[in-house]
């Protein structure tokens, strides 16, 4: 078996520097998918960059936390995804509205002509149990084949930042839990939610190295400037280093010196 690797940008359509950046880091690097935010307000310049550069199919990431975007059918966003754990518990967020959420942010972006190819969350709160099950059923009404299954490996220098390291742990146990529902998915690790935010060209190379055989993922967040004022928040203010990682000619050297092969979720299908 080889080694596969998809680099997936997430965000596209949040803003047009993110848009920027990641078409970039996909034409002139390493990137090898991406997955559009339906609810970004760079939604319709993002489709426009996709059919400039003759993209046809992209992942849907899907946004149901956010300070920034307004949602399609939930009455709002809850500002992380701690909060909306939280009032899904308490009952003030009903699943009807979050199933309804996440079908117009497909619907959205069927009608642009996309092709699906996999479903993605904003902080990965499609991990959380009642929102997993809804993935599963709208992915299988919507033919979408794959579900993004973010299971990162814990690693002894997470101690180092407990905050960061409870984080990783808590996505880490609802992986686990999830494993037997998410059937469709890479077979090997998922790197990039620890890191996210604050990503270095050694925690790539790194994780190059240990890359094991099968199809991996990297998560990332590379944008065309650090002061665009909407990039401010953990995940996009390292965009400008994350856009300098995956077009860094020792990255994509490394890759090929490794053997190893990026390609899209859409290729799983022919692994």
């Not at 009455?75 to 518990?89: G, M, T």
């Amino acid at each position: 078996m080889n080694k596969y690797l998809i680099i997936n940008a997430d965000d596209y359509g949040f803003s047009e520097k993110t848009n920027q950046g990641i078409i970039e880091a996909y034409t002139k690097g390493v990137v090898s998918d991406l997955s559009i935010m339906a609810v970004g307000v760079a939604f319709e310049d993002g489709i426009t960059r996709l059919k400039e550069n003759s993209i046809t199919t992209a992942g849907i990431h899907v946004c149901l936390t956010s300070d920034d975007l307004k949602p399609f059918r939930m009455e709002y966003f809850p500002k992380n995804c701690f909060h909306l754990f939280r009032d899904i518990v308490s009952g003030k967020i009903k699943k009807q509205k979050i199933y309804a959420e996440i079908k117009a942010q497909v619907k959205k972006a069927k009608e642009q002509g996309l092709s699906i190819s996999h479903m993605d969350s904003h902080e990965h709160v499609h991990m959380f149990f009642p929102i997993t099950d809804i993935f599963i059923k709208i992915a299988e009404e919507e033919n979408i084949p794959y579900i993004r299954y973010p299971n990162e490996k814990i690693r002894a220098a997470f101690i180092k930042e407990p905050v960061n390291f409870i984080r990783s742990f808590i996505l880490k146990t609802m992986c686990l839990f999830s494993k037997k529902k998410i059937k469709r998915r890479i077979s090997g690790e998922f790197f990039g939610h620890f890191h996210s935010g604050r990503l270095t060209k050694k925690d790539v190379q790194r994780f190059l190295k240990e890359t094991e055989k099968g199809a991996s993922e990297i998560g990332c967040h590379p944008g065309s400037e650090d002061k665009d004022p909407q990039q401010r928040d953990q995940w996009r203010k390292n965009g400008q280093n994350e856009l300098n990682i995956f077009t860094d000619k020792e990255v994509i050297e490394q890759i090929k010196t490794l053997h190893i092969k990026t390609i899209s979720f859409k290729d799983l299908g022919t692994l």
